[in-house]
């Protein structure tokens, strides 16, 4: 699921559960009948239809299967809403490679390829539809067994999350006694870039889930909530530079599953210290931490880190300096001091209790 293209994504969302789309195809596979529907009624598409009949009608689940008794293909409007044109003859170039078999679906995957834009193709022997999309098809399952699949990734993610918060609660510890390495860094990145993409294969299910996948994204969100934010202050507190943040996230999102289980590679991407550093010590600027203190807005913590330049001067500086910052004040200098004092004394707390 996590190989899907945005492109297909967008189309499942056109015949996920509960819509008016979807309801149509059901009928006609439910009927045993077969079915091939291209959703887009642009010039490229007319380009490549012949015959048939212009209706120009709203669309209506009966309508569809009432049509789809026609040989010929199903026109919709782009977003779905109308009926163009029915019993149409598509002719895409013949030359496109293809891999299908039957006629029906050599004709879905060409135009797929040719033009893009969502085709869809229900089979009668098979009774299964499928969705070609540029060079890409997916049949659509069940909906039990896609919630089936979507559970046991939860599961998985939960396992993987909270392998993220007992990183990352070690990272706050080592920058509160300033003894952060390179490979304490490197490690919570690589939990985040775990969890990061299990989240987005289950945001492909609840997709093909539509109305059913309500639960499934309410969970997802509970686990993820605040990942992605702290990943991007983790790589604010270590890059190079602020201005390499963006890059470094793009980086470790380039590599594939095989070299993120490598921490040297995860390392390497965060453009620190050579791969074999690993064990280098890494000062933190701070933004993790002062994004967890209430009340300090990131606008704020940003001017206060500008200011003093590293967790541990800030640490180590007096009300009265960080009052000095712009936004700051008296209440924020309080509220700063207070609660990086909270996590030097809970760091100190467990390493001696």
Do not use: C, W
């Amino acid at each position: 699921m996590a190989l899907r293209s945005d492109p297909l994504l967008a189309a499942l969302r056109l015949v996920a559960p509960g819509t008016a789309l979807r309801d149509g195809l059901d009928r006609i596979m439910q009927a045993g009948m077969g079915a091939l529907v291209v959703v887009g009624a642009g010039p490229d598409v007319l380009a490549v239809s012949s015959g048939g009949f212009l209706l120009d009608a709203e669309f209506t689940p009966q309508r569809l299967f009432e049509l789809a008794k026609m040989d010929g293909a199903i026109i919709l409007a782009d977003d779905g809403s109308r009926i163009a044109r029915a019993n149409v003859h598509l002719v895409p170039d013949s030359h496109i490679p293809t891999t299908e078999t039957g006629t029906r679906h050599r004709t879905a995957e060409r135009v797929a390829r040719q033009i893009d834009v969502p085709v869809l193709t229900v089979s009668e022997d098979m009774a299964v539809v499928a969705i070609h999309r540029r060079d890409q098809k997916y049949a659509l399952e069940p909906t039990q067994r896609v919630l089936a699949r979507a559970d046991q990734a939860l599961t998985i993610l939960e396992r993987y999350k909270n392998r993220l918060d007992t990183v990352s609660h070690m990272l706050s510890r080592l920058e509160v006694e300033d003894l952060v390495t390179l490979r304490d860094v490197a490690t919570v990145m690589q939990r985040a870039e775990m969890v990061m993409r299990i989240a987005e294969e289950i945001e492909g299910y609840v997709v093909e889930l539509g109305d059913d996948g309500r639960l499934v994204m309410l969970q997802l969100e509970e686990l993820t909530g605040g990942v992605d934010e702290d990943r991007r202050f983790v790589v604010k507190d270590y890059a190079p530079s602020l201005t390499s943040v963006a890059d470094v996230l793009k980086a470790l999102e380039r590599l594939d599953t095989e070299a993120l289980l490598d921490v040297h590679l995860v390392a390497a991407a965060l453009e620190v210290h050579g791969a074999a550093e690993l064990d280098s010590a890494m000062p933190t600027r701070g933004f993790r931490l002062l994004h967890k203190v209430p009340r300090v807005p990131e606008v704020v913590s940003d001017r206060v880190i500008d200011r003093f330049g590293s967790l541990q001067k800030i640490m180590r500086a007096s009300r009265a300096e960080l009052e000095e910052v712009e936004g700051v004040g008296d209440v924020r200098a309080q509220a700063i001091k207070e609660g990086l004092s909270r996590l030097a004394e809970s760091s100190i707390m467990e390493r001696y209790v």
